[in-house]
């Protein structure tokens, strides 16, 4: 998952500080585009599942290094990728710049898009700046001093449904991590693109710890990878955070915890005080607030004109949209006006 929350963030990172020439790599992508990424004694096969003008849903799975390379990725995924020790999605909002949702299949479990939870999350403001000509890699030694540098420029090898191509233009970029106290702080990263469209995901990435080189590259790429066996990438539901609070002007105010991709709700009042249960839709006022939470608050003449006098209530709420995402708060309310 470390390899995977790089690439994501450094695909924001892009989105943050690049011009148009790069941000037309995300632009073209397609639901199949993969990279197969080898580093470490890890592969990695990352898939973009889904790809628009907002959104990007990235499918990553990981394993130690396979005795035999698979003929095919799309079989080795059908085949629920035998060897494979993690398995992920994660949904990335490319004009917030920000991971919406991160869900790992092999542990069943969500995983945290917290900053101070994602070793990697500080990419999310790093710029990310062309390489300098005289950064740049060559082939061959260097020239003596005093003489013209006429080595070529080299670039990552690129290998597509499992051939070798012949050599093309790569966009060579460079950040530097800030000084946090980690173990990446102040080091120099370099990303390679491929500018001819083979993928929109990087091919190389190279960070100089400086005493050793550390490099993540590209062992294979593709399109057209079908779905695999996990058809979508799960959503948590909202949560209540205790009973509802009454406002100084006579109305009530809900807290929930929620994920930000949830911007509109439903709620409900469900009268339990007669065995009709009669079920009430109020209006509110959704205010965002830090911590994946917002307030839900609803004015004194809605509540007066939909709940009666004396009566107890349950409450649901309900994603706009997602309607099999709702939570109940079962506590009994009494209305007292």
Request: contains cysteine; glycine residues 6%.
């Amino acid at each position: 998952m470390r390899y995977f929350l790089f690439f994501a963030y450094a695909l924001l990172g892009v989105g943050h500080a690049l011009s148009s020439p790069l941000l037309d790599h995300l632009g073209q992508a397609k639901n199949g585009d993969f990279v197969v990424l080898e580093a470490n004694k890890t592969i990695t096969l990352l898939v973009i599942r889904s790809a628009n003008e907002h959104s990007l849903i990235l499918e990553e799975i990981s394993a130690p290094p396979l005795k035999n390379t698979p003929i095919s990725w799309a079989e080795w995924m059908q085949k629920r990728a035998p060897g494979h020790t993690s398995w992920s999605m994660m949904e990335i909002a490319l004009k917030d710049q920000e991971i919406l949702e991160a869900y790992s299949f092999s542990r069943a479990a969500w995983i945290s898009t917290a900053p101070k939870d994602s070793f990697l999350a500080t990419l999310l403001h790093l710029q990310l700046t062309p390489l300098p000509k005289e950064k740049l890699r060559r082939i061959g030694s260097p020239p003596l001093e005093g003489e013209l540098d006429l080595r070529t420029v080299w670039t990552p090898p690129l290998v597509v449904e499992g051939k070798q191509t012949k050599p093309v233009v790569f966009d060579a970029y460079e950040t530097i991590w800030p000084e946090d106290g980690s173990e990446l702080a102040g080091k120099a990263i370099h990303l390679y693109f491929d500018c001819e469209g083979h993928s929109p995901l990087p091919y190389w990435v190279q960070i100089d710890t400086g005493q050793i080189t550390a490099t993540l590259r590209a062992i294979d790429s593709g399109h057209g990878l079908p779905p695999s066996c996990y058809r979508a990438l799960p959503k948590r539901v909202p949560e209540f955070l205790g009973a509802p609070i009454k406002t100084k002007n006579g109305g009530l105010r809900f807290t929930l915890k929620t994920p930000k991709y949830y911007k509109e709700f439903e709620l409900f009042a469900i009268d339990t005080t007669t065995s009709e249960k009669q079920i009430h839709q109020l209006h509110h006022l959704v205010t965002p607030n830090r911590n994946e939470s917002v307030t839900l608050e609803i004015d004194v003449e809605e509540l007066n004109n939909q709940l009666q006098p004396n009566h107890t209530y349950t409450w649901l709420v309900i994603p706009t949209a997602h309607n099999a995402s709702y939570s109940e708060l079962t506590k009994p309310f009494l209305w007292l006006p």
